[in-house]
């Protein structure tokens, strides 16, 4: 059974970091590609930052130069550190995998920028 849990996320002001986590069972972690999304309210889910088994990385121009996507494959762990954050980065973040042609999702980790 595939599971891919998120925690890390929360309240935090503008110009702050947060680090959330996702960590993955049911999968071989380290031969697959692995990505961030997120969706903001009244918005469509949208694909922030993604990195390939063999550590490349992408992000959306959004984001580039504020976050950085990184997994640790001894602890099944994906991680996205964001830095600088803006009220518009508010928004649900997931994590994402596909395996064996499945797409899987977490439940999400709520990240507001607020003051």
């Known amino acids: 059974q595939v599971q891919l849990v998120e925690s890390g996320g929360g309240l935090v002001q503008p110009g702050g970091s947060l680090r959330p986590s996702c960590a993955a069972s049911g999968i071989i972690f380290s031969v697959n590609d692995m990505a961030w999304y997120r969706q903001a309210p009244g918005k469509e889910r949208e694909l922030i930052a993604g990195?390939?088994?063999?550590?490349?990385?992408n992000y959306a121009d959004s984001v580039k130069g504020r976050f950085t996507i990184s997994r640790d494959n001894a602890k099944n762990t994906l991680y996205l550190r964001m830095n600088s954050l803006k009220p518009e980065d508010t928004a649900v973040y997931y994590c994402?995998?596909?395996?064996?042609?499945?797409?899987?999702w977490g439940q999400g980790t709520q990240v507001t920028v607020s003051s």
């Open positions: 994402n995998t596909n395996w064996y042609g499945i797409n899987y």
């Open positions: 990195i390939t088994s063999r550590g490349r990385t």
